[in-house]
């Protein structure tokens, strides 16, 4: 069974652009998962334009599946999952201002620093994924942390599938295989949405999680959040 995570970060971004507490990120983790949802994905970032860490303490009560708090991990990023025993923490690169995700790790470069990191987690209990680029390379160099699983960065799929799907999925057939061959888990996210979502669900057997937001929250505009959840299930059967 693949698990639908859904990231609610653009709950917050619209709160946040008028001030006070509408649209509540307390009522979507509620309603996403009384929807369906298998998860929550939240990405708290130092600037806290969208998910604040006050979102963070207050959304952990209200889950009943599974919390999935994505961000580079710094000292303070680090303390804070702790507190809150997140389910599973995602590690991205991202620098201090990126407006989105869009590459993975290094992880040969970065080895020391994420082997350091994924002990310090796991000695918490928590699960932890590496987010990471369809290079079989890289994936190698994920196994040699520790980590539980990889996420793959999905953005070059999403682009491509429109014009060749077929071309656009090899590299990520070919990365989850790698990836199985060295025991990790794998998880996926970034611009999946309701026309590609199935395509790579039906190649990647052993696809653990996706994480979606940006599609699915504005999917949710038209269709409503329940219709949504429910469209986006049906892909991940």
């Known amino acids: 069974m693949t698990r639908l995570s859904v990231n609610i970060n653009k709950i917050a971004t619209l709160r946040n652009s008028r001030g006070g507490a509408v649209p509540s990120v307390k009522d979507a983790t509620i309603n996403c998962q009384k929807f369906g949802a298998q998860g929550i994905t939240i990405h708290p970032r130092p600037d806290e334009r969208h998910i604040t860490r006050k979102d963070v303490y207050e959304i952990k009560p209200l889950i ?122 794998v998880n996926a996210g970034h611009d999946l949405n309701l026309e590609n979502l199935n395509y790579m669900f039906k190649h990647i057997p052993n696809l653990k999680e996706v994480s979606i937001g940006h599609a699915l929250i504005a999917d949710a505009l038209y269709l409503g959040l329940e219709t949504t959840i429910q469209k986006y299930l049906e892909c991940l059967k």
């Open 64 to 185: 009943t599946t599974e919390f999935n708090i994505e961000g580079y991990p710094s000292k303070d990023f680090l303390k804070m999952v702790m507190e809150v025993r997140a389910d599973q923490v995602t590690l991205v690169p991202d620098t201090h201002y990126q407006l989105t995700s869009d590459h993975g790790w290094d992880t040969w470069k970065n080895l020391g620093f994420l082997k350091d990191v994924i002990s310090e987690l796991k000695e918490n209990g928590i699960r932890t994924s590496i987010f990471v680029d369809a290079n079989p390379s890289m994936i190698e160099g994920a196994a040699e942390t520790k980590t539980d699983r990889i996420e793959l960065y999905t953005e070059p799929y999403a682009s491509l599938y429109p014009i060749n799907r077929s071309k656009a999925i090899e590299p990520f057939v070919e990365a989850a295989k790698v990836a199985d061959s060295l025991e990790i888990d």
